[in-house]
C-alpha cells in the first residue's frame, strides 16, 4: 500500500479489508507499513486489559490476531441471556469471551468485512464448540442485523477505521434494544477539540495511517457529539491511556440507548 490522500472512503475500506485479510494470514502485523510501534498479536493482549486466566482456553491464533486498544468486556459486563454484537470481530477474541458470560441462553455475533478473518475466526469457534457464537460478513455502517435485535454492542480499535463513523453510530442505535450499552475501546485524539473536527478529510491523510489507527482517530469531542446525535444518552469516556503518540489516546465509550 502506497501513501496518499485517503478521502476516498472506498479506497479507506479496500485498503483495510487487504491489510487485515494479511494479518489473518500472519503475513504483517495490524500495522502494515506504518512506522508508528503498534501494539498487537498475543503479547499484547494482556497489557491491554486482558486477565490471563481468561485468555488459557483460547487458540493461538485468536491472540495472534489480536490488533485492539483495550478490553470492552470488561466494561460492557455481559450479562447471561443477552444478546452481543462485536463490531470488526476479526479471529473472535471478543466473541469467544462475551460467550462465556452470556452463557449458553445467550447469543454473540461477530461482524466482519474481511473474508480471511471470517474464515479464521469460524474455524477458532469450531475448535471451541461456542454454540452460542455465529460470525457474520457485513459492514459497520450497514449492518445485516435486525432492529432492537441486540442488547451490547462492542467493538475493539475498529470504529476509528471507519471513514463514515455516523453510520456505525446510527446502524449501532438501530440494532440495540432501548436500555441497551454500547461500549467500544477506540483510539480518540486527546485535548480538547470544538465543533465537529475530524482528521478524516485531512488532504495529508496517508493510506498507512488509516490502517495503523492513527488518521481516523478523531477528538473525544467529536466521537461523544456524534453518539449522541445519533440518539445515544449517558455518553461517557469511561477510561483512558496514552496510546502511541502524545496526541492519541486509547478509550473505552460508553453510552446507553434511551
Known amino acids: 500500500m502506497s501513501a496518499g490522500c485517503c478521502d476516498d472512503s472506498g479506497e479507506i475500506k479496500n485498503a483495510v479489508r487487504e491489510l487485515y485479510a494479511k494479518v489473518a494470514a500472519g503475513e504483517v502485523s495490524c500495522c502494515g507499513d506504518s512506522d508508528a510501534e503498534m501494539p498487537m498479536g498475543a503479547d499484547n493482549v494482556q497489557s491491554i486489559g486482558y486477565a490471563k486466566d481468561a485468555l488459557e482456553e483460547l487458540p493461538r491464533d485468536v491472540l495472534s490476531a489480536n490488533a485492539g486498544c ?9 450479562k447471561p441471556g443477552e444478546t452481543v454484537l462485536d463490531l470488526g470481530s476479526g479471529a473472535g477474541l471478543d466473541c469467544f469471551l462475551a460467550a462465556k458470560e452470556v452463557g449458553p441462553r ?15 475466526a469460524e474455524k477458532n469457534r469450531q475448535r471451541l464448540g461456542a454454540q452460542n457464537v455465529s460470525f457474520r460478513k457485513g459492514e459497520m455502517e450497514d449492518m445485516p442485523i435486525e432492529d432492537a435485535s441486540v442488547d451490547i454492542v462492542i467493538s475493539n480499535c475498529v470504529i476509528n477505521l471507519s471513514p463514515d463513523k455516523a453510520a456505525v453510530y446510527r446502524e449501532s442505535f438501530r440494532v440495540l ?10 483510539v480518540i485524539r486527546s485535548g480538547e477539540a470544538s465543533g465537529d473536527e475530524t482528521t478524516e478529510s485531512s488532504a495529508e491523510t ?28 449517558n455518553v461517557e469516556i469511561i477510561g483512558r491511556k496514552p496510546y502511541v503518540t502524545p496526541e492519541l489516546a486509547s478509550a473505552t465509550i460508553r453510552a446507553i440507548k434511551p
Open 206 to 233: 496517508s493510506i498507512e495511517d488509516w490502517c495503523a489507527c492513527i488518521a481516523g482517530a478523531i477528538s473525544e469531542h467529536a466521537y461523544t457529539a456524534g453518539l449522541r446525535e445519533a440518539g445515544f444518552a
Open 177 to 186: 434494544r432501548p436500555g441497551g450499552r454500547f461500549v467500544v475501546s477506540d
Open 106 to 120: 445467550g447469543s454473540v455475533v461477530g461482524l466482519d468485512m474481511t473474508d480471511a478473518m471470517l474464515e479464521k
Open 70 to 78: 483495550g478490553n470492552p468486556i470488561a466494561d460492557a459486563h455481559p
